[in-house]
T-cell receptor, first 118, second 116 residues
Framework: GAVVSQHPSRVICKSGTSVKIECRSLDFQATTMFWYRQFPKQSLMLMATSNEGSKATYEQGVEKDKFLINHASLTLSTLTVTSAHPEDSSFYIC??????????????FGQGTRLTVV | AQSVTQLGSHVSVSEGALVLLRCNYSSSVPPYLFWYVQYPNQGLQLLLKYTTGATLVKGINGFEAEFKKSETSFHLTKPSAHMSDAAEYFCAVSDPGYSSASKIIFGSGTRLSIRP
């Protein structure tokens, strides 16, 4: 299957700083990328959907100014947590969808990023 | 709106016993259905998926699931549990097709424990 790489796998930052998480599709072009947040022992909550070259679509309740998503190329999407606070500590997972001709494929998931804000 | 309900947040079975993880969905259109497995501090791995065609779907690691439209269910089974099956399992649903707007909605997850 297709490979989605997330970096970093773990990050610790100080409160008030910004953190950037990268999501790369290694062997395919990702027409659509999704960002999820997962609290301990809970399910994945979709934060936003981004299509290459256009603005991300955020889910209700997700602050777009706090969670900046950029999908500038077909192989890279970034999530920047701005002015991070301890309550932003969580596990963030990205997924990417490929396209074969005019048909999109299923979504493939990255390995996740554990963010701890101290 | 689509939704997924996983019955049982925690299931414990003995090694070698049958594994049954329950999933019911709600969708206004015939959905695509998925089962994912997640090991601690890792991303999600696709176990199996149902899109169209045969309703009994076989996946990796000996797992299978059956799409039952009349029951709106997509339960995951494995005939004989292995210690390495201990993980968190998520059932998920999306619109049919993989359009750019299709979102994957996840259930709350079921933690599977295997007793020696």
């Amino acid at each position: 299957g297709a490979v989605v790489s997330q970096h970093p796998s773990r990050v610790i930052c100080k409160s008030g700083t910004s953190v950037k998480i990268e999501c790369r599709s290694l062997d395919f072009q990702a027409t659509t990328m999704f960002w999820y947040r997962q609290f301990p022992k809970q399910s994945l909550m979709l934060m936003a959907t981004s299509n290459e070259g256009s603005k991300a679509t955020y889910e209700q309740g997700v602050e777009k100014d706090k969670f900046l998503i950029n999908h500038a190329s077909l192989t890279l999407s970034t999530l920047t947590v701005t002015s991070a606070h301890p309550e932003d500590s969580s596990f963030y997972i990205c997924s990417a969808r490929d396209r074969t001709g005019t048909v999109n494929t299923e979504a493939f998931f990255g390995q996740g990023t554990r963010l701890t804000v101290v | 709106a689509q939704s997924v309900t996983q019955l049982g947040s925690h299931v414990s079975v003995s090694e070698g016993a049958l594994v049954l993880l329950r999933c019911n969905y709600s969708s206004s259109v015939p959905p695509y259905l998925f089962w994912y497995v997640q090991y601690p501090n890792q991303g999600l791995q696709l176990l199996l998926k149902y899109t169209t065609g045969a309703t009994l779907v076989k996946g990796i690691n000996g797992f299978e699931a059956e799409f039952k439209k009349s029951e709106t269910s997509f339960h995951l089974t494995k005939p004989s549990a292995h210690m390495s099956d201990a993980a968190e399992y998520f059932c998920a649903v999306s619109d049919p097709g993989y359009s750019s707007a299709s979102k994957i909605i996840f259930g709350s997850g079921t933690r599977l424990s295997i007793r020696p």
